[in-house]
């Protein structure tokens, strides 16, 4: 079945510090993408950074990276330097090739930055 | 480019109306998906459209729930006599294709209030 688990309903880092989100994934595609969302508390799902299963190299936006290891089916999000407006709630999702395509969320992570 | 537009952004019904919840893709798109996200909750997959099509309902219930996107116009989720268990936030996404590294643009969501 396909699904995405995230274990750390919350999570709290020290301002400047970095913090790692966790995700996992399970699927038996061998291509398929990887989406790390944001949600702040206004509510609107802002898109962060994107890995494609084939990409040998971990992606990198700005402050975000995503630490990708294929063999252990994870997906992990890296915030270096944490800002106060990093403070949200933080989607994995995913998009199968198997099946309809459609996007696959996890439960969540949110996350506090403290000053 | 506009994005993604959903209205209204906050829906008050009774209990036993209908609330019809309307998204406009953002330009180009004819890819659709709603999601339904719960107070605290992750983003629950409802319904995948490709105009005028139907890909995926696996996520709708069966009864009271359509959801459709016509040729012209906005897409619409449909929830007839509504209950207080359909409160909740309904989002509306949508992407330029199928391709597992298309991500997905997300409107401000519907906030439906039954009362």
């Known amino acids: 079945a396909q699904k995405i688990t995230q274990t750390q309903p919350g999570m709290f880092v020290q301002e400047k510090e970095a913090v790692t989100l966790d995700c996992t994934y399970d699927?038996?595609?061998?291509?398929?993408?990887l989406f790390w969302y944001k949600q702040p508390s206004s509510g609107e799902m802002i898109f962060l950074i994107y890995q494609g299963s084939y990409d040998e190299q971990n992606a990198t936006e700005g402050r975000y990276s995503l630490n990708f290891q294929k063999a252990r089916k994870s997906a992990n999000l890296v915030i270096s330097a944490s800002q106060l407006g990093d403070s949200a709630m933080y989607f994995c999702a995913m998009r199968p090739t198997s099946g309809t395509y459609k996007y696959i969320f996890g439960t969540g992570t949110r996350l506090k930055v403290l000053a | 480019n506009a994005g993604v537009m959903q209205n209204p952004r906050h829906l008050v019904r009774r209990r036993g109306q209908e609330a019809r919840l309307r998204c406009s893709p953002m330009k180009g798109h004819s890819h659709v998906y709603w999601y339904r996200q719960l107070p605290e909750e992750g983003l629950k997959f409802m319904v995948y459209?490709?105009?005028?099509?139907?890909?995926?309902e696996s996520g709708m219930p069966k009864e009271r729930f359509s959801a459709e996107f016509p040729k012209e116009g906005p897409s619409i989720l449909r929830i007839q006599q509504v209950v207080r268990g359909d409160s909740a936030a309904y989002f509306c996404?949508?992407?330029?294709?199928?391709?597992?590294?298309?991500?997905?643009?997300f409107g401000q969501g519907t906030r439906l209030t039954v009362v």
């Open positions: 699927t038996s595609d061998q291509s398929y993408g």
């Open positions: 996404a949508s992407s330029l294709d199928r391709g597992v590294n298309t991500e997905a643009f």
């Open positions: 459209l490709q105009k005028e099509n139907i890909i995926d």
